[in-house]
Structures are given as C-alpha cells and as structure tokens.
C-alpha cells in the first residue's frame, strides 16, 4: 500500500516555528484533497487544517491566524508551516489524503504514521 511520509517534527520552545512536510513515498496516480491532524495523549484525533485541490483552505479555531497549509502539486507533497506555537500545540501530528495510487484505482483514504511536535513553556 501506499504509505504517507511526514517530516518536520521536533521540540520546540513556545513562541516558535516548525514546518511539516507530507508525500507518498513512491509515485501515484492523482492526489485530491490533504491535510493534517493531531492527536495528544487521552484525547481524540483532531483536525488541525486541510487544503483540496484547488487550494481551498480549512482550519481549526485553535490555529487559524498561526498555522498556513499550502501544497506543491508538482512535488505531491503538502506542507503545515506552524509558527507561534504553544504547549497546548504538542501531539502527534498526522498527515491525511484522498488519492489514487493508480488511475484505475478507486480514490482511498491514507494516513501516515505521525511526526511528534513538542512545545516547551
């Protein structure tokens, strides 16, 4: 299967940046929309942004004003650039995406495997 390769995580002090990157890691038919979730301890996976293919952008109330997703379509990756990041930031962050690896593939959903983003007071 195809599998989705996140970058970009670390520890961080709050009050600063990290970029995400996200791709599949071989080549694929056609990719629609992407986008990110998180997930802290005991709590619920959640929608932190997404962006469709023509770029229409959607963002929880938590990071609008601080997070931007953007994506390369000619590198079919998707990126979450996160700046005044804060302790309440810090999860597990996951890429998701509607794709087809193959043109005479239905349209499936992939998720990758998580890149930790920590954020010390």
């Known amino acids: 299967q195809v599998q989705l390769v996140e970058s970009g995580g670390g520890l961080v002090q709050a009050g600063g940046s990290l970029r995400l990157s996200c791709a599949p890691d071989?080549?694929?038919?056609?990719?629609?929309?992407m986008g990110w979730y998180r997930q802290a301890p005991g709590k619920q996976r959640e929608l932190v942004a997404s962006i469709t293919k023509d770029s229409s952008t959607n963002y929880a109330d938590s990071v609008k004003g601080r997070f931007t997703i953007s994506r390369d379509n000619a590198k079919i990756t998707v990126y979450l650039q996160m700046n005044n990041l804060q302790p309440e930031d810090t999860a597990v962050y996951y890429c998701n995406a509607d794709l087809r690896p193959r043109g005479w593939d239905p349209a499936s959903n992939y998720w990758g495997q998580g890149t930790q983003v920590t954020v010390s007071s």
């Open positions: 071989r080549i694929i038919f056609s990719i629609n929309a």
